[in-house]
């Protein structure tokens, strides 16, 4: 019973370290697509508004929280090819011990 459990655990890992990369870039692209569309929509919006409006200063806190958000993109980045890395590690470690390693 125990060997039929493990054999299943790693089936299901089979092939997670590279499959984990494509699905990590394509989620750290996404993410920067959408606050680029939210920051241009609302430098659009903040565009049409009149200053000191209180209009103006939501879309403006809101387009500095953006900002903000995206200064962290490269710590984000760091830490998906991090995690990435790590899935490689063990990806190779459970192939060097004989476990599900092919693709």
Known sequence: M????QSKIKM????QALGGLSN???AVILLVLVVTVGATVLQTVRGTQTA???DFNITNDGLNSLGTFSDFFSVIVVVVVFAVII???AFL???GQGGSGSL
């Open 52 to 54: 000191g409006n209180a």
């Open 12 to 15: 299901s890992q089979k092939g």
């Open 93 to 95: 470690t459970l192939r």
């Open 2 to 5: 125990k060997t039929s459990l």
């Open 24 to 26: 990590a870039a394509i």
């Open 87 to 89: 899935g490689l590690f």
